[in-house]
């Protein structure tokens, strides 16, 4: 049996007297494509911002390729190709598109100062890469739509080929049109890199296509694993609102 | 299409310069009013040369307003670094090369206190920078509460040089704009000012970069008060004082965005003129100089009002339908 890409045990957080989360134990291989589904307030945001450096992770430990690693922030977990779209989007209103996808990563001299060129031509190469317009690049970004906000969080993912990427409601609040962009995005990166996602959802139907195995939250601790081939969108459907 | 592109980058392009053209209004009205006196050819090199200081006291506050804080207590640390500046070189024994490193050094130590206490501790900005206002201000006295004109030449020269206290000053605003504008730490630091949380999420620490703010402030703030000295070749107690204000109005008219993380430190060059050719075209007018603090406070008003409107517009102007 190959070493599992990530581990997680006894992983619980409290927060004052709320218990976010409670003894997760969590394994995910090279290549799935994980539903982490719950109601709200199950604890899956708390998961990931636990497994991407944001929040400690003690009690409890992570473990990459069988290796116990804590990670001291989010930048140590982006160094170890774990990536978070967060619902909030991380994304700084501020700043350009290009300025965005390579914040924390710029393409720099050895003094420090940035090659404004390089990182918009290999902006250009991505977009044109992945059927996204151009116009965006320069645009700043809080004058870009929902949809296209997502766009550009999931295409900083998609350039620096994030080996666990952590999807946080990444449909919420998009037009069917901008779903259907994003989710076919996913595929998209799903099959050029073969990497490993989780997508966090409180919505079974915008995940059963992509997923091919759901791990079930409820109350900050995992109810429900399983396969795809094993459970229905009907059984899981009802097995959630039942929980 | 092109041509909605095109539109929307005038636009932006007269938004982020429009303290430019509101210097040139300013000053043509101020010309046509008094033209014998606004039309002399020495007036702009008069104007920059002695708001130096208020420059540098300027460059300081935008730091950390872009840093998305605030800092009151800048005044203070300019006349702080100057009353420590002007007692070691009293001191025969001290190197005059060192002497002039003494004020931002102190400044930097201020600044230091400062982040210590927003940024370690994680006290409020306003409330911090308002009692170290007190203290700074109080250590002043304290250190000398005398006026001091026997300054070498070397420590006075800053600010007594009109083409080095220019030059010094553009040095200084244009290594922190390319900074600010080039360089990773630049856009790391606007991140961290415009959006802590996202910054956080993006492996940047945002506190670190709200310190190293407060200090760069600190340091701007301490050649501030070797400016102040130099211009006037002495010290005195009252150097900087209620120069808070004018440079927080002059980072505002440069377009330093008080939400942090927005603004271009070049602004400041026409910031600062403004503020300079507003003073200089009340002083020929022969304004009360009571009446003249009144309009400088809703100056600074109306500053704030202009940053305001003029996101509304770049918004109406560019949000996609």
Known sequence: ?243 | MALGQNRRRIILFLLENSVWMLLVCTYGLFAVLRPESMMKPSLIADTAYSNVPLGLLSLAEALVLLSGSFDLSIGQIAGLSAAVGATVAQAESVPTWLLVLVPPCVGALCGLINAFLVCGIGLNAFLVTLGTFLVFDGMQLIINHDVVIDLPGAYTMLGESRALSIGFFLVCLVSVHAIMQLSKWGLRFRAAGSNPAAAFLMGIAPRRYQAAAFIGSGFFAGLAGLAFTGYSASYSPEVADDSVFMAFAGAVLAGISLTGGKGRISNLIPGVLLLSVISTGLTVLAVDPYLRRVLFGVLVLAAIAIDSCKERVKDRALVRE
């Open chain 1, 1 to 243: 049996m190959t070493t599992p890409f990530l581990e997680i045990r006894d992983l619980s957080v409290q927060f004052g007297a709320v218990t976010a989360l409670t003894n997760v134990n969590l394994v995910i291989r090279e290549c799935e494509t994980i539903g982490l589904i719950g109601s709200n307030g199950a604890g899956k945001t708390t998961l990931t911002k636990c497994v991407v450096g944001a929040l400690p992770t003690e009690p409890g430990s992570v473990l990459i390729d069988g290796h116990p690693v804590t990670f001291s922030g989010p930048g140590a977990a982006r160094s170890a190709g774990i990536e978070c779209v967060f619902q909030t989007q991380a994304l700084v209103d501020d700043l350009s598109v290009v300025q965005n996808i390579f914040l924390g990563r710029e393409l720099c001299n050895s003094l420090g100062f940035m090659n404004a060129r390089a990182m918009r031509q290999e902006a250009r190469k991505l977009f044109a890469q992945l059927g996204i317009p151009e116009e965006l690049l320069d645009r700043e970004l809080r004058y870009c739509s929902g949809g296209e906000r997502q766009i550009v969080a999931l295409s900083k993912a998609f350039y620096f080929k994030a080996r666990l990427l952590f999807l946080d409601e990444p449909l919420t609040a998009l037009s069917v049109q901008k779903k259907h962009a994003v989710l076919e995005l996913l595929q998209k990166f799903k099959d050029d890199h073969r990497s490993t996602i989780v997508m966090i959802s409180h919505d079974l139907s915008e995940t059963y296509a992509l997923c091919d195995r759901f791990v079930v939250m409820n109350r900050g601790s995992i109810v429900r694993d399983v396969q795809k081939s094993e459970i229905s969108f009907a059984e899981l459907e009802q097995f959630m609102r039942g929980i």
